[in-house]
């Protein structure tokens, strides 16, 4: 995604409305679990009017400790494949719904930069994570171009796309 494709404010608006919208007709509660938009997908959401409708909570996990603390991210888990994982962020979204009222959760880690990038795991290396209350996750790899207000932002869009994909 280049920085003519990048979402502004209007278009995550937009696609939060839209993510409400379906999550209020199924009668879907969301919780979110971030670590890279630092809760910047339940801003976008709790940007929308009503939207108590089908918001529960978000929580905002950086640290490896509030991972664990608060999603249940088991830690040999990061131990072994690191906060930036399928592995985590799988275990991020599952912990959402554990510990929420929720029945359809997003997860997002990722290296939004500007440091922190590897070989392995360059900057804008984002996990997203989406699951529904019974159901199994779904994770997947993206890697965004920019700086970190880019990377960020294309985050928070992808993570909203993916709940209403899985929304609908």
Same mark, same amino acid.
């Given at each position: 995604?280049?920085?003519? @494709?990048?979402?502004?404010?209007?278009?995550?608006?937009? +696609?939060?409305?839209?993510v409400? #919208?379906?999550?209020?007709?199924?009668? +879907?509660?969301?919780?979110?679990? %971030?670590?890279?938009?630092?809760?910047? $997908?339940?801003? @976008?959401?709790?940007?929308?009017? /009503?939207?108590?409708?089908?918001? *529960?909570? /978000?929580?905002?996990?950086?640290?490896? %400790?509030?991972?664990?603390?608060?999603?249940? =991210?088991?830690?040999?888990?990061?131990?072994?494949?690191?906060?930036?994982?399928? %592995?985590?962020?799988? %275990?991020? =979204?599952?912990?959402?719904?554990v510990?929420?009222?929720?029945?359809?959760?997003?997860?997002? @880690?990722?290296?939004?930069?500007?440091?922190? /990038?590897?070989?392995?795991?360059?900057?804008? @290396?984002?996990? $997203? #994570?989406?699951?529904?209350?019974?159901?199994?996750?779904?994770?997947?790899?993206?890697?965004? *171009?920019?700086?970190?207000?880019?990377?960020?932002?294309?985050?928070?869009?992808?993570? +909203?796309? /993916?709940?209403?994909?899985?929304?609908?």
């Amino acid at each position: 995604m280049d920085a003519q @494709t990048l979402p502004d404010d209007s278009a995550l608006h937009a +696609l939060a409305e839209q993510v409400g #919208g379906a999550l209020q007709a199924r009668h +879907l509660m969301l919780a979110t679990a %971030e670590s890279c938009t630092g809760g910047w $997908i339940a801003k @976008t959401i709790t940007d929308i009017p /009503g939207c108590s409708a089908w918001f *529960d909570c /978000g929580m905002a996990a950086y640290s490896y %400790e509030a991972k664990q603390a608060l999603l249940g =991210v088991r830690p040999e888990t990061l131990t072994e494949h690191g906060a930036v994982s399928r %592995e985590t962020v799988m %275990e991020m =979204v599952s912990g959402a719904l554990v510990t929420s009222g929720a029945s359809i959760a997003v997860a997002v @880690t990722g290296i939004a930069g500007p440091g922190g /990038g590897t070989h392995d795991k360059p900057v804008g @290396t984002v996990w $997203i #994570g989406w699951k529904r209350r019974g159901g199994y996750p779904k994770a997947q790899l993206f890697h965004f *171009d920019g700086d970190r207000e880019s990377v960020r932002r294309q985050t928070v869009a992808a993570a +909203l796309e /993916g709940l209403l994909a899985l929304a609908v």
